[in-house]
Each structure stands twice: as structure tokens, then as C-alpha cells.
């Protein structure tokens, strides 16, 4: 599944767009959001917003052992169930030591 993109959730609501997808690059975990809102052209001056959360190889493989499995992808979209649960996400990380980047472009 290296270089393969899958997306986590995709949801429009009232104009606005929320993205969030995954793949690996190599053996390590990226997340890529990216939000088309009013809410980021307030913030930041334009209607796209993107972002990412980089994994290391250490940290991926600690995830794959929380969702016991290898595919982190799958068990990723499984997890999401195409919802918008960044802060879930970001809790399970954190009581798990889980850390990694955030990257904002």
C-alpha cells in the first residue's frame, strides 16, 4: 500500500469542504487535511487550509499494535468511518505516547 492515497472523510457542510486523507511514505504515516471554509479565509486570508500530521517509523508502528494490524490504512478508515474525528484521533495518540509533526501550510 506504499504511495497509496486513501481518503478518511470528505464532508461538505454549508459550503464549506473538509478532507482528510492518508498514505505512507515509505514505512511511516502521513495524514494530509485539507479544509475550504470561510472559517480559514477569516483565519488565514484564503478559502484552503492544509495541513498534515507526519508520522516517524517508530510511532506508525506503535498505532499499528494499538488497531492490531499492518494495514494501517484500512484500520484508519475504519476508525474515521468517513467523520470528521481529528480530536479523537489526536486523544487516542496522546494516551498512547503516540507523537508526531503538524505540519500547516
Known amino acids: 500500500m506504499v504511495g497509496e492515497k486513501v481518503t478518511l472523510y470528505r464532508i461538505e457542510n454549508n459550503g464549506d469542504l473538509f ?5 505512507l511514505n515509505g514505512s511511516a504515516l502521513r ?3 485539507q479544509d475550504f471554509s470561510e472559517l480559514a479565509k477569516k483565519w488565514y486570508g484564503d478559502e484552503e ?9 517508530k510511532n506508525t508502528e506503535k498505532l499499528k499494535k ?21 480530536d479523537k484521533f489526536e486523544q487516542l495518540c496522546k ?5 508526531y509533526e503538524v505540519i500547516v501550510i
Do not use: C, H, P
Request: proline share 0%; net charge negative; glycine share 2%.
Open 19 to 23: 478532507i482528510l486523507r492518508a498514505y
Open 31 to 33: 495524514l494530509e487535511g
Open 49 to 57: 487550509y492544509e495541513y498534515y500530521f507526519s508520522f516517524d517509523i
Open 66 to 86: 494499538i488497531f492490531n494490524t499492518d494495514d494501517i490504512l484500512k484500520a484508519l478508515i475504519i476508525f474515521f468511518n468517513n467523520e470528521m474525528v481529528n
Open 95 to 99: 494516551d498512547n505516547n503516540i507523537t
